[in-house]
Structure formats: C-alpha cells, structure tokens
C-alpha cells in the first residue's frame, strides 16, 4: 500500500490561500450553514481517506490505466477542502490522467468562496487538474449525474436524510462509481447493497474546532472490492 506523503509542499501553500480566500474559516470552521455552523474533517482524517484511496489503485498511472480521465465529486462540499486535499495528494503522486473534481453545494456563499479558492489555486495544478464546482440541490440531481463519477465523498450530517435516499437511488442508476464515502449508513437509505458493499472498518475523523470524533463510511462497488 502507498501512503501518501503527509502535509505536502501543495497542501501547505493551498491552506495558506484557503485562509485568505474564504472569511469563514476559523481554525477550521466553515461558514454558516441555515443558521448553525459546519465543520470540515482535520487534515489527519483527510488523509486517512485519501489512503484508502491509494490503496484500491484508482489513483496509479500505469502504462495501461483504462480511465481516461478520474472524477471525483464532493456532495456538499462547502468550501471544497476534501477536493483540494486530494488534488494536492494526486500531485505528489505525478498523477498525469485527467482529473475533474466536483463540488454541489447549496449554500451560495460557501460556493462562491470554494470558486474563489479554484481560481486562485489553480497556478499550482497542471491543466489536466479540473475543479468544477456549481450551487446546486443534490435532491436535483438526475440519474444521469453521476454517470462518469469514479470516487464520491459526502460529509455533512447537516443534510436532510431524504436528499441522499434521492443521492442513493443516483449511485444506484451509476455504472461508473467505484467507491463511495460518507458519513451516513446509506444501505439503510437506499443504496444498493448488492452492488456496493460496505468495508468492515470504518474511518475515524475529527471535526476542526472540537474533539467529537465521527466515522466515515466506505463503500466498494463489488467489482472494485480490493
């Protein structure tokens, strides 16, 4: 198993411009979200899932790589800081397919902010590095959405259980995914049990600003198992 170099040079200047960029963070707080704070996961916790990542080989440029291109997609992704975390790691990595990474978010403010940070990162990323992000309603998405998303991360307990049954029935219509993390049991809202099986060992994370631990969810298209 590879374990992707910690804090790398990419990571600390993208933190850097992050503070800068977005007024919401403080020491880690994201902006407001329908009138309570959100938290993102710790750098630590990041990591953590970007090695399961590594591990599965989705993130290697063999010869023969069969992808064309990697899409990674962030469902309430706030200020887009697991998309920046993992573009900085599939730099170190000399990853050279292309990579797209997705963002939907609602909140407007906490959009325009994570479109700021795209912008102004953007110089430390090679053009095949793609950041999208766009202010939107997941429980909009249409079965369609996620037809050539390979990796999906969801973090956001704020989000009501009904937008990711819809979320789950998208994964399920997907033929594509590979891998989904979230902080949600989504084989209890829907997701498709016989398609994507859920890792034994979960990944433990902390919130920015507190000590609450939380868990993070793995789950393998079977076909994907490694």
Same mark, same amino acid.
């Given at each position: 198993?590879?374990?992707?170099?910690?804090?790398?040079?990419?990571?600390?200047?993208?933190?850097?411009?992050?503070? @800068?960029?977005?007024? #919401?963070?403080?020491? #880690?707080?994201?902006?407001?979200?329908?009138?309570?704070?959100?938290?993102?996961?710790?750098?630590?916790?990041?990591?953590?899932?970007?090695?399961?990542?590594?591990?599965?080989?989705?993130?290697?440029?063999?010869?023969?790589?069969?992808?064309?291109?990697?899409?990674?997609?962030?469902?309430?992704?706030?200020?887009?800081?697991?998309?920046?975390?993992?573009?900085?790691?599939?730099?170190?990595?000399?990853?050279?397919?292309?990579?797209?990474?997705?963002?939907?978010?609602?909140?407007?403010?906490?959009?325009?902010?994570?479109?700021?940070?795209?912008?102004?990162?953007?110089?430390?990323?090679?053009?095949?590095?793609?950041?999208?992000?766009?202010?939107?309603?997941?429980?909009?998405?249409? @079965?369609?959405?996620?037809?050539?998303?390979?990796?999906?991360?969801?973090?956001?307990?704020?989000?009501?259980?009904?937008?990711?049954?819809?979320?789950?029935?998208?994964?399920?219509?997907?033929?594509?995914?590979?891998?989904?993390?979230?902080?949600?049991?989504?084989?209890?809202?829907?997701?498709?049990?016989?398609?994507?099986?859920?890792?034994?060992?979960?990944?433990?994370?902390?919130?920015?600003?507190?000590?609450?631990?939380?868990?993070?969810?793995?789950?393998?298209?079977?076909?994907?198992?490694?």
């Amino acid at each position: 198993m590879y374990t992707a170099v910690k804090q790398t040079e990419t990571w600390k200047k993208i933190r850097v411009i992050r503070r @800068n960029v977005c007024p #919401g963070i403080k020491c #880690g707080i994201s902006s407001q979200f329908g009138g309570s704070a959100f938290a993102e996961i710790r750098d630590g916790g990041l990591q953590k899932i970007v090695d399961v990542l590594v591990s599965t080989g989705l993130l290697l440029q063999p010869k023969s790589h069969k992808n064309q291109k990697i899409v990674a997609i962030d469902v309430g992704s706030g200020l887009g800081k697991f998309l920046f975390f993992l573009a900085s790691t599939c730099l170190e990595l000399k990853l050279k397919t292309r990579l797209e990474l997705r963002g939907i978010e609602i909140n407007a403010s906490s959009f325009q902010q994570a479109v700021a940070t795209s912008e102004a990162v953007k110089t430390l990323f090679p053009n095949n590095y793609i950041f999208q992000f766009s202010n939107g309603d997941a429980q909009q998405m249409e @079965n369609s959405f996620l037809d050539d998303v390979h990796i999906m991360y969801a973090f956001n307990r704020a989000v009501p259980r009904e937008v990711f049954r819809h979320v789950c029935a998208v994964c399920n219509a997907s033929s594509c995914l590979k891998i989904i993390f979230s902080s949600l049991d989504l084989h209890q809202l829907g997701l498709n049990a016989q398609k994507f099986q859920m890792a034994g060992e979960k990944i433990k994370v902390v919130a920015e600003g507190g000590n609450t631990s939380s868990v993070i969810r793995v789950y393998f298209r079977y076909s994907e198992v490694p």
